[in-house]
């Protein structure tokens, strides 16, 4: 009988969107009159722009005809998104379009990233608490994290509690880590990251020879100039860190896939025996290995991102998020909730009311307001008296659903 994978069978029950799926299945099924609206997993609801998704019509076109059609393509990406991607998101960052792997999402990446690096423990790795999921139970699963203890922290894995208290830009930690995840804008707390902050990590990584694994997916929603939108900004950053973004929600690819990954040519790895290694020739293996690249006609999605009309388009789409955030924002404060996020970030934090627990507050919201949120216990142990609301959903349901909190508080 075949061997599975025991590192699976630490994982904690269920992982948190399909526990959050169960729970308001249940609901459903006992209310079916009841309307729920969805401020829980970070998923769009608004139309692809017109720019987008013309592109994408006229790339079936091509496909429609024998003199331009395409079958498989580069499994990096197609060269004319990679070259937008580097004149438009990397202006004067020093990133080369041969740096950029295009795949079909950053959550893949994140997780598909530990196949180049050493497993079963080998590397120490760094994650905030609280966390997205996605880092902690990928090194579960690659064996990097050992049993967990009564409050869900694995023995194996550095943890680095984000407060309200240091304004989620959790200390520098003193032991060595040799791979740190950093996201921001943050999921799940909507923080950003200063300059001098980002700067501090990077010396940390110089110091120890760590590789920073920088989850930029949220970058499109950074309204404040003095923020970093790109780890590459800090001096130094291209010797330790690689950078992972998404077309997801600035440009309602959740459902249409395309992302991208950046991995600078001088960025090296230690093999077993001293031996330093490019890491970005050990990615390219892996994804010419393990994937077929991204899809034509999405790829041309993409580029359109970059056009006028798409950046026009595109940013239109991420202020009306950001506008559903501020109301978000401002309609709890106005009924005592302390709320964090939504300033540079499309997800408010806010600190459970009345002493309840995140889960007690989830099942309330969910009985009483008929709205779904996330429970800040399923990002991680600091994430325990917390909660997350998305903005991504219509106008009319985040004004229906702030007057259904309201009136269940």
């Known amino acids: 009988m075949a061997r599975v994978n025991d590192h699976f069978r630490l994982l904690k029950a269920g992982y948190l969107f399909p526990e ?60 004319f998104l990679r070259e937008a991607i580097a004149e438009h998101d990397f202006n004067g960052l020093g990133v080369s379009p041969e740096e950029i792997y295009i795949s079909d999402g950053s959550k893949c990446d994140c997780g598909n990233i530990l196949d180049i690096l050493a497993d079963n423990g080998a590397n120490k790795v760094a994650v905030a608490d609280p966390v997205y999921p996605v880092y902690v139970d990928t090194n579960v699963m690659a064996g990097n994290a050992g049993p967990a203890d009564e409050n869900g ?60 694994l920088f989850d930029a997916a949220y970058t499109a929603f950074i309204t404040d100039p003095d923020v970093p939108r790109s780890i590459y900004e800090i001096d130094g950053a291209r010797d330790c860190a690689i950078e992972f973004r ?7 690819f959740t459902g249409v896939r395309c992302a991208f990954t950046v991995v600078p040519e001088g960025l090296t790895g230690t093999a077993s025996d001293g031996t330093e290694i490019p890491i970005g020739k050990l990615w390219d293996r892996r994804q010419s290995t393990k994937f077929n690249g991204v899809s034509y006609i999405v790829q041309r999605g993409a580029a359109a991102v970059y056009s006028d009309a798409g950046q026009q388009q595109t940013g239109e789409l991420v202020s009306f998020y950001m506008e559903n955030a501020t109301l978000i924002r401002e309609g709890l404060s106005a009924v005592g909730i302390d709320v964090y996020g939504g300033k540079n970030a499309p997800y408010v934090w806010l600190k459970t009311p009345g002493g309840l627990s ?21 990002f991680g142990a600091a994430g325990e008296g917390y909660f997350r609301l998305s903005a991504f959903n219509s106008r009319e349901n985040v004004e229906t659903a702030l007057e259904r909190i309201k009136a269940a508080l």
């Open 153 to 212: 922290r694995y023995e194996g894995l550095i943890y680095l509690e984000a407060t309200a208290e240091n304004d989620f830009q959790p200390a520098i930690p003193e032991e060595k880590a040799d791979v740190v995840y950093l996201c921001y804008p943050n999921n799940p707390t909507g923080a950003v990251a200063s300059k001098e902050y980002l700067a501090e990590w990077v010396a940390y990584a110089q110091k120890h020879g760590s590789l920073l």
């Open 246 to 252: 998404s077309f997801s929600k600035n440009a309602g």
């Open 20 to 79: 959050i799926g169960r729970r308001v299945r249940a609901f459903q099924e006992a209310n079916p009159d009841k309307s729920i609206i969805k401020l829980g997993i970070g998923d769009v609801t608004e139309p692809l722009p017109a720019a987008i998704r013309e592109a994408m019509h006229a790339a079936i076109d091509e496909l429609g005809d024998r003199d331009t059609f395409r079958g498989y393509g580069p499994e990096k990406g197609y060269p």
């Open 358 to 378: 995140s889960w007690e507050f989830f099942d309330r919201l969910l009985n009483d307001a008929n709205v779904v949120g996330t429970p800040g216990a399923g």
